[in-house]
Nanobody, 123 residues
Framework: QVQLVESGGGVVQPGGSLKLSCATR????????MGWFRQAPGKEREIVAT?????YYTDSVKGRFTIFRDSTKNTVYLQMKNLKPEDTAVYYC???????????????????WGQGTQVTVSS
């Protein structure tokens, strides 16, 4: 049974940091493309970062967020620094059971999703 479980969300002041985790089970993480998406209130879900054989970041998080994986722990992380109020959203991890040099940036590209974790950036 495939599971993706996010954790690490919370409330943080502007300029602060959070590290999100996505614990996975039921598939081979080494063979998967992993993505982090987010959805702010009243907005559509958007790609934040993906990790395959290449790495992608949406422009608004470049230089502040880092996506990485630890295959020994079957976990994917999103390290977030210098957080801004506009980063407030529910963050989701997603798995695409294909790992190539291709970048997968759309919701529809992904096969399975976690339940999400809330990140609130507020003073």
């Amino acid at each position: 049974q495939v599971q993706l479980v996010e954790s690490g969300g919370g409330v943080v002041q502007p300029g602060g940091s959070l590290k999100l985790s996505c614990a996975t089970r039921g598939f081979d993480l080494i063979q998967a493309t992993m993505g982090w998406f987010r959805q702010a209130p009243g907005k559509e879900r958007e790609i934040v970062a993906t990790n395959s054989f290449s790495v992608y970041y949406t422009d608004s998080v470049k230089g502040r967020f880092t996506i990485f994986r630890d295959s020994t722990k079957n976990t994917v992380y999103l390290q977030m620094k210098n957080l801004k109020p506009e980063d407030t959203a529910v963050y989701y991890c997603a798995a695409k059971y294909d790992r190539t040099s291709k970048l997968y940036l759309l919701e529809a590209d992904y096969d399975d999703w976690g339940q999400g974790t809330q990140v609130t950036v507020s003073s």
